[in-house]
């Protein structure tokens, strides 16, 4: 992609990462020995069988001998549905939590890590964990389809969507035993990068580290230290890297003003173009504006009246799906929307036990033995953090302009077309979703513009 000083892709990071302690009365277990290398691969022969040993050879990636689902599988309407439900529900979450602010979350980073966890989950806390974030799939299913829909993500130098996992454990015997079956199947599933660790301040230095690195240096200090009974980590990245089918020329770029949450009025840089998909309902109008391949941005502008908070109140899985499906395409749609760079953090463990998975987060209820045991101490989730950081920006494909021009000419051929108007110049809700599925991978609300 190109870049320049003035101009940027649209560009969204993100990180989630959970933390599992053992809770119990007694003294903590010891410090592991300090001969035990940092980042230390998983060792083959933990694996059990040669079968497995096979499916695991080298923990970057994946066994290629295990039943993995048919290259170019699509995943399950059920998948996408519930997916898409999950991403909606996580959003009025934190939007209840940070009223009045800027957010984005990346739901699918989210679920990627939940669902490595449920693999370890047993009883009620796994009933509760796929209530949550598959509740129309079994987990074998919601692992499958998970795969497929990452296997067939469009990654290209126009447009990817980039999702690493990793997996850091305290295995010393004393502090924690994983059991195979738990490692196997987020390796297959997941192409999760395993590690054992002493669990010191050195190991949050490669956390930190490796997580830097898989979002290309954009979220630095993920943890500022490490808990006294933490015995694993599990951690998602997604890097979102795309260019705009239809460039922002330099004469579309001009300051205007937009009215913040708060009512004030910023001078900012607006991008202005003419699309061609808008979406209208009693609480919203919007349009949708296409990268060059696989994904497309959706902003949703509540109607006077509206708050983004009152209108994603009214939001779920199929309403927002209905959205997109019911748009009027082929249409003129003259639209305005800020330059923006928004950051956004936050724990989500109160929200998730609120949508209704609090067992995860209790000691004493906790039932991760699919995970390991740990000797007279019980696994929990101590901490979910979710970070975010997005830039939107002109920068898109240089045959634009020709391609803009021709649409705009077509459609001065037939009288009988309707000209929409969509002017981002108050708060507003949009997402980034995957062409195949409608599945957000990242949604937000932009409540102020400023610097960050």
């Known amino acids: 992609m190109k870049n320049g000083k003035s101009l940027w892709a649209v560009v969204s990071f993100c990180l989630c990462a959970i933390l599992f302690a053992c809770g119990c009365a007694g003294d903590n277990a010891g410090q592991q020995e300090a001969s035990v290398d940092l980042m230390q691969q998983w060792e ?40 898409t439900d999950f991403a909606i529900s996580l959003l009025k979450e934190n939007v209840k939590s940070n009223e009045g602010s800027n957010v984005m979350i990346s739901p699918v980073s989210v679920l990627a890590v939940l669902s490595m966890t449920a693999n370890g989950a047993q009883g009620d806390t796994l009933s509760q964990m796929m209530s949550v974030i598959g509740k129309n799939q079994e987990l074998d299913g919601l692992n499958e389809d998970l795969k497929k829909w990452m296997d067939g993500l469009t990654d290209t130098e126009a447009a990817s969507l980039k999702l690493a996992n990793a997996i850091w454990m305290n295995e010393d015997g004393k502090q924690l035993k994983v059991e195979d079956d ?76 937009f009215t913040n ?52 109140g009214k939001m779920d899985g199929e309403y927002f799906r209905r959205l997109l499906t019911q748009a009027q395409t082929e249409v003129i749609v003259e639209t ?15 929200m998730l036990a609120g949508l209704g998975m609090e067992n995860a987060f209790d000691v004493k209820t ?33 045959a634009v302009a020709a391609t803009v021009e021709e649409a705009v000419a077509a459609a001065a051929d037939e009288p009988e077309i309707e000209i929409f108007y969509v002017y981002l110049k108050r708060p507003f809700v949009y997402a980034i979703v995957e062409d195949g599925t409608d599945i957000p991978v990242f949604i937000g609300v932009l409540n102020e513009v400023g610097e960050k």
């Open 44 to 83: 083959e022969k933990e694996m059990g069988s040669e079968q497995e040993k096979g499916r695991m050879e080298g923990t970057d990636g994946a066994g290629e001998g295990g039943q993995q689902p048919m290259e170019g599988e699509a995943p399950t309407e059920a998948f996408c549905m519930d997916t």
């Open 366 to 398: 906790a039932q991760f033995q699919g995970i390991g045991t740990s000797p007279e101490k019980n696994i929990y989730i101590s901490r979910i953090i979710h970070k975010t950081d997005i830039s939107v920006g002109e920068l898109g494909t240089e």
């Open 261 to 312: 949450g708060e009512g004030v009025r910023e001078n900012v840089p607006f991008m202005y173009s003419t699309e061609r998909t808008y979406i209208e309902d009693e609480n919203v109008t919007g349009f949708i504006k296409p990268y060059k391949e696989g994904y497309r941005f959706v902003a949703l502008l509540p109607k006077e009246g509206i708050s983004p908070e009152e209108c994603i």
């Open 336 to 350: 305005g929307m800020p330059k923006f760079q928004a950051g956004y953090e936050a724990e989500l463990e109160g």
């Open 182 to 257: 738990f490692l196997r199947k987020n390796a297959l599933y997941y192409n999760a990068d395993i590690y054992k660790a002493p669990f010191n301040g050195n190991t949050v230095e490669s956390i930190n580290a490796w997580t830097e690195e898989k979002t290309d240096g954009k979220i630095k200090n993920l943890l500022d230290g490490m808990e006294e009974d933490a015995v694993m980590y599990l951690v998602n990245t997604a890097v979102f890297d795309a260019d705009w089918k239809w460039i922002y020329e330099p004469y579309q770029v001009s300051d205007s003003f």
